[in-house]
């Protein structure tokens, strides 16, 4: 008989062991930090909006379908949404220097009836992702639009920043006034929405097959001897550093990003063939993350096998401690484009991870959300199946003080959770700065809370201090459970151990 129990105990110990083995292993495979997101394409309404707002119900029916692209994102544990803000000369905010895109409406220039940007703002924070706010920098009206916008038209409004295009017009990256109209609109966004981020598209010159001609604007501007390929990077630079200069000035903790050609250059095995970010399109990203001009870099890999890894690895070594995340081409998995297996998706993550690349971006949000090929189910229930933080912003800022005073209360709704935040150095001197924190709750079964684990993160973005827990608790147990606060760069405190014991009888009360 002590031999049958002692083996049992030993079957026991030995599962333990192993499911122990397996829950760390879990652990390693999922990083708590990584930035998790779409770009939500707006343009024609590719992603949002289906329906037009022509009325009430029509608005409210645009408004719906958004909660419910983002309900599926969040089910997913995506963290963050690249929200197509700006998009041809056109934006979706009322603006005092763009006119309304027409892919709200139906028509260019036409109010909406409410401020989607604002709407989108608020519907992810209430569900603790961020918003990153799109904004496609050069290209601007095509003809079509050029005829509808009339006296609106970029070119109308801007004739001394534009030049023409055989698609339409864009933005003269050479003309000095350029880098301050962009920067402009930054503010303009920037001070009207408390957005996380700004991301920026199109931050470059047009590929070859887009004709144009700024040899007169490279005749006045350039320095004598200097060449067209460097005249036009500097000129890019120039436009980046500007608006560095003027965000981060207004919201130092906007995080501003921007998606360059998915290969910088050719590297020492590998050959770009002919299409990369610092000489096809002056991109000089690398040096903007050098620089500190950019906090997050989300390359447009839309490649596979030696097109993608190479030149992701490439990026991560020139990261000079800023986050890359890899822009991952889920579309490419579509019956319609290239019919990738979705096996190619699982292997450019799984490889982000073991190269400590600090997230993917997905283009586009609808290849997601329809769950192509599988997709969206990958993901849920197998490589996001735990809850992440976006990385945090690099800077020299202090983190966060931890919360104090924890307490548990028995209401009738079920356990709340309390603590005390300490006021953030803004708040003591009255400045508004860096805003409220928001805080992340971590519940485990075992003493004390792991909250490097990232299957022990519970919820985000919580932004009052408390939270009340409504699951069954068998036999008069709870779980335990830790908090900690996190400030607007994403910098996360020390944790406060919200209860020793597990008895519920025994908590306070």
């Not at 038209?153 to 055989?166: E, F, N, W, Y």
């Amino acid at each position: 008989m002590k031999h049958i129990i002692a083996h049992v105990l030993m079957l026991f110990v030995l599962a333990f062991c192993l499911a122990t083995e397996a829950r760390a292993q879990m652990a390693l495979d999922i990083p708590k930090r990584e930035l998790r997101a779409v770009w939500l394409t707006t343009l024609n309404g590719l992603d949002w909006p289906y329906t037009k707002a022509a009325s009430p119900a029509t608005i409210e029916r645009q408004k719906q379908e958004l909660r419910n692209i983002l309900d599926k994102l969040k089910a997913a544990n995506f963290n963050a949404v690249v929200f197509q803000t700006r998009i041809r000369g056109t934006v979706v905010y009322p603006s005092q220097i763009e006119p309304w895109d027409g892919c709200l409406t139906g028509r260019m220039g036409q109010a909406p009836g409410y401020d989607p940007l604002a709407f989108a703002v608020q519907e992810c924070h209430k569900r603790g992702m961020q918003i990153h706010a799109w904004v496609v920098a050069v290209p601007g009206n095509k003809s079509a639009q050029i005829k509808a916008l009339g006296s609106q038209a970029l070119g109308r409004r801007v004739p001394q920043l534009v030049i023409k295009t055989s698609e339409g017009n864009m933005l003269d990256p050479g003309q000095p006034g350029t880098a301050d109209y962009l920067a402009s609109i930054c503010e303009e966004i920037v001070r009207g929405y408390d957005i996380d981020g700004l991301n920026f598209d199109y931050l470059r010159y047009p590929e070859k097959e887009i004709s144009y001609s700024d040899a007169a604007t490279y005749r006045r501007y350039a320095n004598a001897g200097q060449s067209l390929a460097d005249w036009r990077r500097e000129n890019i630079n120039r436009m980046v550093e500007t608006i560095h200069r003027r965000v981060k000035a207004i919201k130092p903790w906007v995080a501003l990003s921007c998606s360059p050609v998915g290969k910088y250059a050719d590297t020492q095995r590998y050959r770009a063939g002919g299409w990369n970010a610092l000489n096809t399109v002056s991109q000089d990203a690398k040096l903007w993350l050098r620089e500190g001009w950019m906090d997050i870099l989300m390359p447009m890999q839309y490649f596979r096998g030696r097109h993608y890894y190479p030149f992701l690895l490439d990026w991560q070594e020139s990261a000079s401690g800023r986050t890359i995340a890899s822009g991952l081409g889920v579309y490419q998995i579509d019956h319609q484009q290239q019919d990738w297996p979705l096996s190619e998706m699982e292997s450019q993550i799984s490889y982000c991870r073991r190269h400590g690349v600090g997230g993917q971006v997905f283009f586009r949000s609808r290849f997601v959300t329809d769950n192509t090929k599988g997709i969206y189910d990958l993901l849920r229930y197998n490589l996001y199946r735990t809850q992440a933080l976006p990385p945090a912003i690099e800077d020299n800022r202090p983190v966060p003080p931890a919360p104090v005073n924890a307490s548990i209360e028995q209401t009738p709704s079920g356990y709340n959770l309390r603590w005390e935040a300490v006021p953030s150095a803004e708040e003591k001197t009255g400045a508004t700065a860096s805003g409220q924190y928001c805080y992340v709750l971590y519940r485990s079964n075992t003493y004390p809370v792991d909250t490097e684990d990232a299957n022990n993160i519970y919820r985000v973005g919580l932004t009052e201090p408390e939270f009340t827990i409504n699951l069954p608790l068998l036999e008069g147990w709870l779980p335990y459970y830790a908090v900690t606060a996190i400030d607007r760069y994403g910098h996360e405190s020390t944790p406060l151990e919200i209860n020793k014991e597990r008895n519920i009888r025994t908590l306070k009360r």
